[in-house]
């Protein structure tokens, strides 16, 4: 009996791949026919496209396969961490500097959040960096207004419920008082949504400041807000175990000039 399985990969995941866009974001672009394959629109993601297809996105070609790149970016606050915001706020894409290619981020930061934000042009890389297993740790300068009382945040380095959501164990270094106001560094490695502000409200502490200082082995250090600065092809090899040539995991992308 022949082989019946279609060919090929789904739009979606080939669109998440090239950078465009989540799997998720990239099958909402084509419901709302802004991809096109082979010249033509299609409407559904539930099609399987090969190598020698012609994808298009806004009437641009995703062009050939770039090598995997990454770049550290300082995320100022009030903008939004996503590629288009359905409420009409300001982006880190609407800021990004000229002459980059298409790029996604890994992770979130909240609006209200500023520090490193990693972005790639690889879904694969994206992956890779977001996955639990990576094992790598995201650390935060986070002020909170109070002074809180030894052993206030030992519920937090044994892991928390929050409205059913299980936290798993922080780092927490008590740094210095300022004014009204404490200076915290936490450490975490799984980064849900908003975990360290809705962790400290379950202590009774608000987060008045919340800066990422890390992840894993990348650094803020003195980049600017609204800077961007290339991660060496070099060093993302040693951090991520390539060997010799990067690797995409699970292929190369590709990617357009423009930002989602």
């Known amino acids: 009996?022949?082989?019946?399985?279609?060919?090929?990969?789904?739009?979606?995941?080939?669109?998440?791949?090239?950078?465009?866009?989540?799997?998720?974001?990239?099958?909402?672009?084509?419901?709302?026919?802004?991809?096109?394959?082979?010249?033509?629109?299609?409407?559904?993601?539930?099609?399987?496209?090969?190598?020698?297809?012609?994808?298009?996105?806004?009437?641009?070609?995703?062009?050939?396969?770039?090598?995997?790149?990454?770049?550290?970016?300082?995320?100022?606050?009030?903008?939004?961490?996503?590629?288009?915001?359905?409420?009409?706020?300001?982006?880190?894409?609407?800021?990004?500097?000229?002459?980059?290619?298409?790029?996604?981020?890994?992770?979130?930061l909240d609006m209200n959040s500023e520090g490193l934000l990693l972005l790639t042009n690889d879904g694969g890389l994206k992956r890779t960096l977001e996955l639990p297993s990576t094992g790598w740790t995201r650390r935060y300068r986070v002020r909170i207004k109070g002074y809180p009382r030894e052993g206030a945040f030992e519920p937090l380095t044994q892991g928390i419920t929050v409205e059913g959501e299980r936290f798993q164990p922080m780092t927490i270094q008590m740094d210095r008082q300022t004014g009204a106001n404490f200076w915290l560094t936490i450490g975490l490695k799984e980064g849900k949504n908003r975990e360290i502000r809705r962790a400290m409200e379950f202590l009774g502490f608000t987060v008045n400041r919340l800066i990422r200082i890390s992840y894993g082995p990348f650094q803020l250090r003195d980049l600017k807000p609204g800077e961007v600065e290339e991660v060496k092809r070099r060093v993302l090899a040693d951090q991520l175990g390539w060997s010799n040539k990067p690797k995409v995991l699970p292929r190369k992308s590709r990617g357009p000039s423009r930002n989602a």
Do not use: C
């Open 1 to 108: 009996m022949a082989d019946e399985t279609p060919k090929g990969d789904r739009i979606a995941k080939v669109l998440a791949r090239a950078g465009v866009a989540s799997r998720r974001d990239s099958e909402k672009l084509v419901e709302a026919g802004r991809i096109k394959v082979n010249g033509k629109k299609i409407f559904s993601p539930a099609l399987n496209v090969q190598a020698n297809d012609k994808i298009e996105f806004d009437g641009e070609p995703i062009e050939p396969p770039e090598e995997p790149r990454l770049w550290l970016y300082h995320k100022p606050i009030g903008l939004v961490t996503s590629a288009r915001d359905e409420k009409g706020r300001e982006t880190v894409f609407d800021k990004l500097p000229e002459g980059l290619p298409r790029v996604v981020s890994v992770g979130r």
